[in-house]
């Protein structure tokens, strides 16, 4: 009997028409577009603007997009998972109530957090089903509303965030197609370097807090910056080397798009060529959650069936890591 693999075999995503420029942000805050250029990548980014829309909606966007694509009936998915650093509520699950506003009621589903590697965690989990036998479709989503608890008046986070979402369907594999490898570590001592405090059971959400803008996400960047190159690169240095691979059998990098010098650090630890890293950064931001589906999105008609890629994450925890997957499909 073959071994059974969890291969992404289907790919969704959404971004909201909305997009806020670098221009537009010269007249919110301290700022231009050459810094924020230079610094970070981005040129722009999407915002949900739609009052009342929180995460589920961008997550049923990327999801019904998936479907349509896939020509998948809902019913057949057996669980779904939503990667979201900003779920639509503290208490009622986002990917219960995005399980049903696709129409899979034959699913269970739960969210997951662990901030920008959200996703990262979501496929070990998502495979994890598939491989154990029980479970033949599972659909993942990254998605994450960060306008929701960003502060527009605070340069060093109003830059970098955008709203969006990705979905990617695993599927049982006989051919050794799919997730081969990962590599997972947190370290909860950083946390403090990257948070949005309030609102949690530690510092609930008083009217006094929220005076102080203790709603919105804070973050250190120096620190930030220095650990995520550090332990993006070395993450995927050592998913290399375990599985014996080299930049001529890498075909693909797909890293977390939170700055572009993290991106191309990782890259070039790995000696890799430009056209093979996956850079999306510019048009979005980040999207925490939602970075990597979205890569596969707009990426997803240059894969072919049996690339190497490399997934690689960091985010608030601190949490990071790396996954070796081996696509399994033609667009």
Request: with cysteine; net charge negative; glycine share 8%.
């Amino acid at each position: 009997m073959s071994k059974i693999s969890a291969a992404i075999t289907a790919v969704g995503g959404y971004v909201p028409d909305y997009v806020l420029t670098n221009q537009m942000l010269e007249n919110m805050v301290d700022t231009n577009d050459e810094w924020i250029t230079t610094r970070t990548g981005i040129k722009e980014r999407r915002i949900l603007k739609d009052e009342g829309k929180g995460t589920s909606y961008l997550a049923i966007k990327a999801a019904k997009d998936l479907i349509d694509k896939k020509g998948l009936d809902p019913k057949d998915i057996e669980l779904v998972i939503v990667a979201t650093a900003t779920p639509d509520m503290k208490a009622a699950s986002t990917a219960s109530f995005t399980a049903a506003g696709i129409g899979a009621v034959n699913a269970f589903s739960f969210d997951m957090d662990a901030a920008c590697s959200s996703f990262l965690y979501g496929m070990s989990v998502a495979a994890s089903y598939i491989e154990s036998g029980r479970y033949k479709n599972v659909l993942l989503i990254g998605a994450d509303k960060m306008s929701s608890i960003i502060n527009y008046k605070d340069r060093a986070t109003c830059i970098i965030f955008g709203d969006g979402a990705g979905a990617v369907l695993f599927e049982s594999n006989t051919e050794n197609l799919g997730l081969q490898d990962e590599y997972l570590r947190s370290d909860g001592t950083g946390r403090e370097f990257l948070q949005a405090t309030y609102g949690g059971s530690s510092h609930p959400l008083t009217p006094e807090a929220m005076e102080k803008g203790g709603q919105y996400a804070f973050q250190e960047g120096r620190t930030v910056f220095k650990n995520a190159v550090f332990n993006m690169a070395d993450s995927t240095v050592k998913i290399l080397e375990r599985n014996n691979l080299t930049r001529d059998t890498v075909n693909w990098l797909a890293a977390h798009q939170a700055n572009k010098r993290i991106i191309d650090a990782t890259a070039q630890r790995i000696n890799l060529e430009e056209e093979k890293v996956m850079v999306n950064i510019h048009k979005y931001g980040n999207t925490t959650s939602a970075t990597l589906p979205l890569l596969l999105y707009d990426y997803e008609s240059q894969l072919k069936k049996g690339d190497n890629m490399i997934f690689a994450a960091f985010g608030g925890g601190f949490n990071w890591g790396a996954i070796y997957l081996k696509w399994a499909y033609n667009s």
